[in-house]
């Protein structure tokens, strides 16, 4: 059972490039999540997803967008990637359905250098 | 705007040391609160608290929620060095499927 897996582990890009990162759950979670984490900033929320189809604004979402075509899949794309977006980037899923307890589980995390 | 905080930000202590970590929050519709520990890579599950006054304890670490005060604490006792990492506290508000994270506390525990 893999749980969270992130893609890819480390990117470096130029400014004004884009870029896709996949994060894709096998626990069959309905929510899935989009933070970036900075230096004394704790996790930001980008985006969010409460089901297939779906998609809803965080905290900091602007220059990023989103998609769950499907299920278990939740793309984050950076049409023009600025060096504000250098961040450590982490997924997360949750399903409250059942216990009712909403607990994130995390992927490892995507480490983007943006130049 | 909902907000947690955290305090301190960091800490240095030797191994043995209880430490006691903060997390205070201001949340429209409390609905939870969870404790993470993150080492190199993902934040791991600690506790999840619903209800006041309720200590969540597994092993050396427990945590206790005060809905009254709008806060909630992390033991740790006996600290060891592979208990050093960063904590962080995140609440949800009612019905926002979300949870907003404090900036985490970093535990350093000489040996």
């Known amino acids: 059972n893999a749980g969270v897996t992130q893609t890819p582990k480390f990117r470096v890009l130029k400014t004004g490039q884009s870029m896709t990162l996949l994060c894709a759950q096998d626990?069959?979670?309905?929510?899935m999540y989009w933070y970036r984490q900075d230096p004394g900033m704790g996790l930001r929320l980008i985006h969010y997803?409460?089901?297939?189809?779906?998609?809803a604004k965080g905290e900091v979402p602007d220059g990023y967008n989103v998609s769950r075509l499907k299920k278990q899949n939740f793309l984050l794309g950076l049409e023009s990637a600025a060096p504000s977006q250098t961040s450590v980037y982490f997924c997360?899923?949750?399903?409250?359905?059942?216990?009712?307890?909403?607990?994130?589980?995390f992927g490892a995390g995507s480490r983007l250098t943006v130049l | 705007e909902d907000k947690v905080v955290q305090s301190p930000l960091s800490l240095v202590v030797h191994e043995g040391d209880t430490v006691t970590l903060n997390c205070s929050y201001e949340?429209?519709?409390?609905?939870?609160l969870l404790w993470y520990k993150q080492e190199k890579k993902a934040p791991t599950f600690l506790f999840m608290l619903?209800?006041?006054?309720i200590e969540k304890k597994s092993g050396r670490l427990s945590s206790i929620l005060d809905k009254k005060e709008l806060f909630s604490i992390l033991n740790i006792t006996a600290t060891q060095t592979g208990d050093s990492a960063i904590y962080l506290c995140?609440?949800?508000?009612?019905?926002?499927?979300?949870?907003?994270f404090g900036t985490g506390t970093r535990l350093k525990v000489l040996a």
């Open positions: 995140a609440v949800e508000a009612s019905g926002t499927y979300k949870y907003i």
């Open positions: 626990m069959n979670h309905e929510y």
């Open positions: 949340v429209t519709n409390f609905r939870s």
């Open positions: 619903t209800s006041s006054g």
């Open positions: 997360a899923s949750s399903d409250p359905r059942g216990s009712g307890a909403n607990v994130l589980t």
């Open positions: 997803s409460v089901g297939e189809g779906t998609t």
